[in-house]
């Protein structure tokens, strides 16, 4: 079972994939300059946020770390976008001109 925490409850995936769990952060956005400085983006902040995550689950529960492999892709400038069979997870992060503008794109 692989972990995956939101405000600080554990949900896992029914289904063990690959190792390492390949992650796609797709970046529908760009943060606020501060954080896109420190980050580099979205997919940098929820790097830290996923691995942070997978030290927390060690610690508390005393299981092996879970290893990621997580890549981010610019759908919004270079329209980017992973091949579903390389990946195991998809992130999609928030815009600030739709709840989600990959749907809001492709809907029309």
Same mark, same amino acid.
């Given at each position: 079972?692989?972990?995956?925490?939101?405000?600080?409850?554990?949900?896992?995936?029914?289904?063990?994939?690959?190792?390492?769990?390949?992650?796609?952060?797709?970046?529908?956005? $760009?943060?606020?300059?501060?954080? /896109? *400085?420190?980050?580099?983006?979205?997919?940098?902040?929820?790097?830290?946020? @996923?691995?942070? %995550?997978?030290?927390?689950?060690?610690?508390?529960?005393?299981?092996?770390?879970?290893?990621?492999?997580? $890549?981010?892709?610019?759908?919004? /400038? *270079?329209?980017?976008?992973?091949?579903?069979?390389?990946?195991?997870?998809? @992130?999609?992060? %928030?815009?600030?001109?739709?709840?989600?503008?990959?749907?809001?794109?492709?809907?029309?």
């Amino acid at each position: 079972m692989i972990p995956i925490t939101y405000q600080q409850h554990y949900y896992y995936l029914a289904v063990m994939p690959s190792s390492p769990l390949r992650v796609a952060v797709l970046e529908c956005d $760009t943060p606020q300059p501060r954080c /896109n *400085e420190r980050y580099g983006g979205y997919g940098g902040l929820f790097r830290e946020l @996923l691995l942070a %995550g997978t030290e927390a689950y060690t610690k508390e529960t005393g299981h092996a770390k879970p290893s990621l492999d997580i $890549t981010k892709y610019d759908v919004v /400038n *270079e329209e980017h976008y992973p091949s579903l069979d390389n990946i195991d997870a998809i @992130l999609i992060t %928030g815009s600030s001109t739709s709840p989600n503008p990959l749907l809001s794109r492709h809907q029309n």
